[in-house]
């Protein structure tokens, strides 16, 4: 049985090798990063976006009402009724239970 004994000849790693493949790493690294935190951002945009979306459709609602409130005299007289609990005079109010 013959015994074989490996040289380390064939294992010579020059240090411009190591630095390549250390650049190359790096740079991985650093477009990996770069693109995690574009799309954590894009995220943060279009959530952002939609809240301004959300809020500009509640303030148009609002103005509405307020316009409403100026103008409409009906819808004055819906409001307090429903939320002061006022009446006409002459109006009876009934309040039912649940017994």
Known sequence: MKI???SN???SIKPKKILFLF???LGIFILGRSILNYFEMK???DSINN???ELKDE????QTRIE???????????VAREQLNLI???????IFTND
């Open 88 to 94: 006409k005079d002459g109006e009876t109010v009934y």
């Open 43 to 45: 995220n943060r945009y």
């Open 4 to 6: 074989r004994r490996f």
């Open 9 to 11: 000849k064939n294992i």
């Open 51 to 53: 809240e301004i979306k």
């Open 59 to 62: 303030n148009i609602k609002l």
């Open 68 to 78: 409403k409130l100026y103008d409409d005299k009906e819808y004055i007289e819906k």
């Open 23 to 25: 650049l190359i790493i």
